[in-house]
Antibody
Framework: EVQLVESGGGFIKPGGSLRLSCTASGSGFTFSNAWMTWVRQAPGKGLEWVGRIKSKSIGGTTDYAAPVKGRFTISRDDSKNTQYLQMNSLKSEDTALYYC???????????WGQGTLVTVSS | QSVLTQPPSVSAAPGQKVTISCSGS????????VSWYQQLPGTAPKLLIYDNNKRPSGIPDRFFGSKSGTSVTLGITGLQTGDEADYYCGTWDSSLSLWVFGGGTKLTVL
């Protein structure tokens, strides 16, 4: 069974930067083949897809949602079974619980981590 | 405004059946598989249905999915109080080139 553990969340002022990490563990899971994804959920709101990074074997390309494009960067270190979310120029509307998840096939997301909370406030 | 449209809330009595709809367009639901997620209070989302109507291991057959054109439906039979949760549909949007979720539906088991 695959487990995902996010870390790096915290309290940050608007305009600041933060880097989140997500480390995968578990047997039968080859991290290097996985398309890793970030999803966030603002307090009391629904799920919002942030972006994803494909496996390096097919280019390691990234896709981002419009609200974060140009400010957020997803990367991966397959030697550490870890993906990262570098968040720059943070805004109050980026305040959310950030979940790490995996594209299971192309059209589903499974499993999910427990999330790490990011609070952007002055 | 979500690309996929779900009712904000549904409710039904224990033991009854409920359905949750999710509508989209040819760019998302119409030409791609859809998945459903259950988010129990205070927990992370969990995959409930994938590829429109398949259940992951461990998901009881009380949960089922169907698709027709640009809409999908999640059904739950034999409702239990433990089913009270938020439910989200999701898929890839080929026009926007990003993943889209529905706005979520809060299920109340009266």
């Amino acid at each position: 069974e695959v487990q995902l553990v996010e870390s790096g969340g915290g309290f940050i002022k608007p305009g600041g930067s933060l880097r989140l990490s997500c480390t995968a563990s578990g047997s039968g899971f080859t991290f290097s083949n996985a398309w890793m994804t970030w999803v966030r959920q603002a307090p009391g709101k629904g799920l919002e897809w942030v972006g994803r990074i494909k496996s390096k074997s097919i280019g390691g390309t990234t896709d981002y949602a419009a609200p974060v494009k140009g400010r957020f960067t997803i990367s991966r270190d397959d030697s550490k079974n870890t993906q990262y979310l570098q968040m720059n120029s943070l805004k109050s509307e980026d305040t959310a619980l950030y979940y790490c998840t995996v594209h299971l096939g192309e059209f589903s997301l499974d499993p999910w981590g427990q999330g790490t909370l990011v609070t952007v406030s002055s | 405004q979500s690309v996929l449209t779900q009712p904000p809330s549904v409710s039904a009595a224990p033991g009854q059946k409920v359905t949750i709809s999710c509508s989209g367009s040819s760019f998302n639901i119409g030409n791609n598989y859809v998945s459903w997620y259950q988010q129990l209070p205070g927990t992370a989302p969990k995959l409930l249905i994938y590829d429109n109507n398949k259940r992951p291991s461990g998901i009881p057959d009380r949960f089922f999915g169907s698709k027709s054109g640009t809409s999908v439906t999640l059904g739950i039979t034999g409702l239990q109080t433990g089913d009270e949760a938020d439910y989200y549909c999701g898929t890839w949007d080929s026009s926007l080139s990003l993943w889209v979720f529905g706005g979520g539906t809060k299920l109340t088991v009266l």
